[in-house]
């Protein structure tokens, strides 16, 4: 009927495109993470751990996980808990919750760098609406993005507003997947709705909330474009993330070999995440009333 | 009886609410700047045609189409091959070889920039549409999703068409593709939204900027301030504008779709 050999050469241009721009590049990350080089000379001379050494050591490193830390400890529960009560809300398949959903879900496709310029606009010092609407109660002009103990609450309010339709949207997929029944829970009379909330509906979506949980805090780890956007990492680094210090070393510096390394301690912390998701999901998580 | 009735109106004004920050940047893009900074708006087309024109937008939006659209359609080709391979065929090392197309969802990009940075680098490929496209291509994901969907496609479709003498690709591109086109179009909206608001990959890969996309154009033109005391915010709302509007669009068209390629992929 077919040769022995199709689906190897249905599968090859996938693998081919995967093994070099994904498998190979993680080896070639670890490599160049033992080695100096400027990417200028021709020598690429082996310094064995040292670019780890200097990285650990560095204040800025550090500045920079406990920056990433913060962001996703705030900004993964904040959204989730948002999500889920919203979702509750939303879950039928009725016009005005659809087109709310809607409205929810557009900013999570819509461009970073459009979202990030916006909202650098709203919040911005001098013209700025928030600042404005400040004005108009008598209040003083708030330096936003200027300053460091603020800075990183407008990124984090940002990436809220940005990603809590996705969240919502799957949340709600959830809800759906586990009984009709349950997205009356909506109608139940005024006091008894809360109860039902907390005694039924989020315990019967953990398996969502778990999933949700892990890959959000993988992506918060990765969060790069809002903060390269508004802030450059500052002010004093306080919004300054992981990724925004690898694309400094790696591509301002040219410091290829501390890049790498960067690249590869993320790497390990965030596959350790997801096997640790592939552990727990793979799992049937128990539902408890 | 009362809430009932509520309830679209409430939905609908918490929805612009929600929505102001993107609805009062579309309102912004049509002001003049003076009458913005004045606080009396008049309105005009001019942010456009300079930000078209001048600030060489459409040169970036083309730029974006261009990409977006090859990376979706290859990106779509090398999918639906290697998921008709995984579902429909038992091969020595199939599941082996699906496992490591799946593990790909898995590894965080940020370790693939600088190597490929510096594998584009090697054969030339800097500053070109190939060096924007090809790491871009293999995705993983969809891979993954269109064959769990072909799975659910009765086998004895493909026998019967096997009977009559087609050949594999033949078989794939008449009986599977056509059955599978819900779960393709799915596929193909969340790989171009995705290459469509790819920043950090066209920042790292990208200097000369006749090769620009939008996110790269706009992120430059926010930073670099036109206007000659203040910045010209209009002229920037219009560039943002114009690098939303296409997926805006997009999304009112088929929510539906995107919707369901999204979730089907997080609810097993």
């Known amino acids: 009927m077919h040769s022995r050999l199709t689906p190897y050469l249905l599968i090859a241009p996938l693998l081919a495109f995967i093994a070099v721009f994904t498998y190979v590049p993680i080896l070639t990350s670890v490599n160049l993470s033992f080695r100096e080089w400027d990417f200028l000379t021709a020598a690429k001379p082996w310094v064995g751990t040292e670019n780890y050494r200097l990285v650990l050591t560095s204040n800025q490193f550090w500045n920079s996980v406990q920056v990433t830390a913060i962001f996703a400890l705030i900004s993964v529960p904040l959204r989730l808990m948002l999500a889920i009560g919203i979702a509750s809300y939303l879950v039928r398949e009725a016009l005005p919750q659809r087109l709310l959903r809607g409205a929810l879900f557009l ?30 109660f008598g209040l003083p002009k708030v330096y936003w993005l200027q300053d460091p103990q603020l800075a990183l609450w407008v990124i984090i309010l940002v990436n809220t507003w940005k990603q809590l339709g996705y969240d919502i949207v799957i949340y709600i997929a959830g809800l759906q997947a586990i009984s009709p029944d349950l997205y009356d829970a909506a109608n139940v009379d005024g006091g008894k709705r809360f109860h039902v909330f907390r005694r039924v509906t989020v315990p019967l979506v953990m398996p969502t909330t778990y999933f949700l949980l892990v890959i959000s805090v993988i992506e918060a780890f990765q969060v790069f474009t809002v903060v390269d956007v508004m802030t450059r990492g500052g002010p004093a680094g306080a919004t300054d993330m992981v990724v925004n210090m690898l694309y400094r070393v790696g591509f301002t510096l040219f410091d290829i070999g501390q890049g790498s390394a960067i690249a590869v301690l993320l790497f390990i912390l965030l596959i350790g995440l997801a096997i640790f998701k592939a552990r727990v999901l793979g799992r049937r998580v128990h539902y408890e009333a | 009886m009362k809430r009932e009735t509520l309830w679209p109106w409430a939905a609908l004004v918490a929805g612009l609410i929600f929505l102001s920050p993107v609805l009062y940047t579309i309102w912004m893009s049509f002001l003049t700047v003076d009458s913005y900074y004045a606080g009396d708006p008049v309105l005009t087309l001019e942010n456009y045609r300079v930000a078209f024109g001048e600030f060489d937008f459409l040169r970036y939006l083309l730029n974006s189409l261009f990409v977006s659209g090859v990376v ?3 990106g779509l080709a090398l999918a639906v091959m290697a998921a008709f391979a995984f579902a429909r065929f038992d091969f020595p090392g199939g599941d082996f070889l699906f496992a490591a197309v799946v593990a790909t969802l898995m590894i965080p990009s940020h370790i693939t920039l600088i190597p490929n940075y510096l594998t584009l680098a090697n054969i030339g490929l800097l500053d070109t549409y190939a060096g924007l496209i090809l790491p871009a291509i293999s995705n993983g994901f969809a891979a993954f999703f269109l064959r769990q969907y072909i799975r659910g496609i009765p086998r004895a479709l493909d026998e019967a068409a096997y009977m009559d003498g087609a050949r594999p690709l033949q078989v794939l591109w008449r009986v599977i593709v056509p059955i599978a086109r819900p779960a393709i179009l799915s596929m193909g909206l969340y790989i171009f939204i995705t290459e469509w608001n ?38 920037v709302m219009a560039a943002s504008t114009i690098t939303i509007l296409p997926i805006l669009i997009g999304f009112l068209a088929v929510e539906r779709h995107l919707v369901r390629g999204i979730t089907m992929g997080a609810v097993k």
């Open chain 1, 107 to 136: 900013p999570s496709v819509t461009s970073t760098v459009a979202i990030a310029v916006v909202f650098s606009w709203l919040f911005a010092t001098d013209y700025g609406v928030i600042n404005a609407a400040l004005a108009v």
């Open chain 2, 72 to 74: 979706t359609l290859g």
């Open chain 2, 198 to 235: 790819n920043y950090i990959w066209p920042l790292v890969a990208i200097s000369d900027s006749d090769l620009y996309t939008l996110q790269i154009g706009l992120a430059k033109l926010y930073r670099e301030n036109p206007g000659e005391d203040v910045i010209n915010w209009p002229l």
